[in-house]
């Protein structure tokens, strides 16, 4: 017969068991549930707000269907050497986006930058099957007027795999990449590796579906000190990019945020544009 201590000892660990798995499923439920919170992190504007920026640009708003409008500002430089279409990263509005992509009309280069659904003053549901056909949308719309041999696609963080997608089903001029990642489950396998993220997540973001099919030369940069997208993430999709059109440059202490200050980068950048 099992004596008292060992009867409580049992108890005890019979009730911490059932607060570990509790734990566990309460944790795991607020993956689910909120994972959109987590992984989008938008500001809104009024729809009189005034952007401002440096350079001169034309304010968009496209309707990209019944039931959503996506705003975008269109930079245009002087003498452009061609276009670039950027897609940003999971926070912030085109007030913040916009000032940040004037670095490549500093280059003389037309850019096109558009705000996700229930960013800044877009509107509709956001889904992953509307952020794709959101941005190719805004790609047919530079078709119009450029010719696709003159569009540079841009993805930064999260918007790498919307610039992966465009990019597989069109030829444009190249592809860039900052801080990309193999896809949004392998990002959350990595932090949270107790957990069935595969299952649990509504949003995959597979880029590594999506590059193989690229046909234009590919410029990845990513950083080793990246915390927020492993730099281990970036080199696996990079594996499975065509070999003999895709470059990979490292940027050694690089973060998730400012590999605009290291000189690598900087001139990497200037290479492929």
């Not at 913040?96 to 280059?107: A, D, H, M, N, S």
Request: proline letters at 4%.
């Amino acid at each position: 017969m099992l004596s008292t201590l060992q009867k409580k000892v049992k108890q005890r660990l019979r009730r911490a068991g059932v607060v570990l798995i509790s734990l566990y499923i309460m944790i795991g439920a607020l993956l689910y549930f909120l994972q959109e919170k987590m992984l989008f992190h938008p500001t809104v504007l009024p729809q009189d707000f005034k952007f401002e920026f440096s350079y001169p640009f034309e304010e968009l708003y496209l309707k990209t269907d019944n039931n959503a409008v996506i705003n975008a500002i269109h930079f245009k430089a002087e003498n452009p050497k061609g276009v670039i279409l950027y897609f940003h990263g999971n926070a912030g509005d085109l007030s913040r986006w916009g000032g940040i992509t004037e670095f490549f009309v500093e280059k003389h280069y037309d850019v096109l930058v558009m705000d996700y659904r229930t960013f800044g003053k877009s509107t509709g549901k956001l889904s992953e099957e509307a952020l794709y056909k959101d941005a190719e949308y805004c790609y047919d719309y530079l078709k119009k007027n450029y010719s696709e041999k003159d569009i540079t696609i841009y993805g930064r963080s999260l918007g790498t795999a919307i610039a992966v997608y465009v990019a597989s089903s069109n030829k444009p001029k190249q592809l860039i990449l900052e801080t990309p990642y193999h896809s949004i489950t392998d990002v959350a396998k990595s932090r949270f590796p107790i957990f069935p993220v595969k299952y649990l997540l509504k949003y995959k973001l597979p880029s590594y579906l999506f590059i193989a099919k690229v046909v234009c030369p590919i410029s990845i940069f990513h950083g080793t000190n990246d915390q927020v997208v492993p730099y281990k993430s970036a080199r696996d999709l990079y594996e499975l990019a065509p070999a003999s059109q895709t470059t990979f440059i490292t940027v050694e202490g690089g973060t998730h945020n400012n590999l605009i200050n290291h000189e690598i980068f900087l001139k990497g950048i200037n290479q492929v544009l």
